[in-house]
């Protein structure tokens, strides 16, 4: 018997199994213990990352012209769902919460619950690599600070393709808005330490043959650099779009 992963709607906490593809179940989370994890992670998007999701979301939405826009979006990996809750404000679509741990949910509901956007988020435990979607079902999906904690890289961003409409864009990646103040960028790399220290040149470089192996030629790599902040990493992103469909 195939097992079908549960969607969870924030109103009403109600389950239901739409739109979902069977026969892909998720991988076990890694963490060692996933409720202390997202217990940290909700800390962290409620002081040190606060000031990244507002003006990320704005950016989003004026990029990939999603003012007003219906549909369906998806953030995997989005955790606390703090973005999700800021997108709602700037977007007519309905957002999911695609994460590997659980024990966010929770927080997650009460979140856009008290934000007024209950109504217009859901949640499903999913794995990157084996994204519980059907075929050409997103408008958009994005994923801040997620991709470099994934199993396999390459699986993931495929998935994503995979699950992406004709025509749909995706935006993926780690770190901070462009629009972000200097001083502020500089006061959150100060609090995370030496752990969030890679090398943009070798990520852009492997991110760039991740797209190519997987056959997506419409992509752009994105280093941010603020003025006056050449001293502090805005992180790097990946944009892709999927070829839209005949008569599209």
Same mark, same amino acid.
């Given at each position: 018997m195939l097992r079908r992963p549960i969607l969870a709607a924030a109103a009403g906490a109600v389950a239901c199994?739409?739109?979902? $593809?069977?026969?892909? $179940? $998720?991988?076990?989370?890694? *963490?060692?213990?996933?409720?202390?994890? $997202?217990e940290r992670m909700v800390r962290a998007s409620r002081t040190t990352l606060a000031p990244v999701y507002a003006p990320l979301a704005a950016q989003i939405a004026k990029d990939f012209r999603l003012a007003g826009k219906k549909g369906i979006g998806i953030d995997v990996g989005s955790g606390p769902g703090t973005l999700i809750v800021e997108l709602c404000k700037r977007t007519g679509l309905h957002w999911i919460n695609a994460d590997i741990n659980p024990h966010f949910f929770a927080h997650f509901f009460r979140l856009a619950e008290? +934000?007024?956007v209950a109504h217009r988020v859901s949640a499903v435990y999913a794995d990157a690599g084996a994204l519980p979607?059907?075929?050409? &079902?997103?408008?958009?999906?994005?994923?801040?600070?997620? &991709?470099?904690?994934?199993?396999?890289? +390459? @699986?993931?961003?495929?998935?994503?393709c995979r699950v992406l409409k004709p025509g749909g864009a995706a935006y993926v990646g780690r770190g901070f808005p462009r629009d972000l103040p200097v001083?502020?960028?500089r006061r959150i790399r100060a +609090? *995370?330490? @030496?752990?969030? +220290?890679y090398d943009r040149g070798k990520e852009a470089d492997a991110l760039r043959k991740i797209m190519t192996?997987?056959? %997506?030629?419409?992509?752009? %790599?994105?280093?941010?650099k603020a003025p006056g902040g050449q001293d502090v990493s805005y992180g790097i992103w990946v944009e892709f779009h999927k070829p839209a469909g005949k008569g599209e």
């Open positions: 199994c739409v739109l979902i $593809a069977p026969g892909r $179940a $998720a991988d076990k989370p890694r *963490q060692r213990d996933p409720k202390q994890g $997202a008290s +934000k007024g979607f059907r075929d050409d &079902y997103a408008d958009v999906i994005v994923s801040r600070g997620s &991709y470099h904690f994934w199993a396999d890289r +390459k @699986k993931g961003f495929g998935e994503i001083e502020t960028a +609090k *995370q330490g @030496k752990g969030m +220290k192996d997987l056959g %997506i030629r419409d992509f752009r %790599i994105h280093v941010p």
